[in-house]
Nanobody
Framework: VKLVESGGGLMQPGGSLRLSCTTS????????MRWYRQSPGKERELVGA????????SYADFVEGRFTISRDDGKDTVYLQMNNLKPEDTGVYYCYAYNYYSHHWGQGTQVTVSS
């Protein structure tokens, strides 16, 4: 099983980034997908999630309507669209797949928000 994140980089405050997490080796449609992040000096925290078969999304309070999680089951990929980025959004972003039987982490992609 592999989860590969991409799309991170350096962005100015107020800008947008779209992260992707492409999976292989699992039945993607059977898994709930989450995005986490770990900012410097902080614990890893949940950003948001999308249910299997795209049933429902949920977000952490700090998202404040700026981020959107979506999934494309035909491409075995989950996305995190991040708008109006703030310096405090800086961190390593990880995708996470889980169901009743197993769970899997990606290796992370760095997002840096700075002027």
């Amino acid at each position: 099983v592999k989860l590969v994140e991409s799309g991170g980089g350096l962005m100015q405050p107020g800008g947008s980034l779209r992260l992707s997490c492409t999976t292989s080796g699992l039945r993607f449609g059977d898994f709930v997908m989450r995005w986490y992040r770990q900012s410097p000096g902080k614990e890893r925290e949940l950003v948001g999630a999308v249910g299997s078969d795209a049933h429902g999304q949920s977000y952490a309070d700090f998202v404040e309507g700026r981020f959107t999680i979506s999934r494309d089951d035909g491409k075995d990929t989950v996305y995190l669209q991040m708008n109006n980025l703030k310096p405090e959004d800086t961190g390593v972003y990880y995708c996470y797949a889980y169901n009743y039987y197993s769970h899997h982490w990606g290796q992370g992609t760095q997002v840096t928000v700075s002027s």
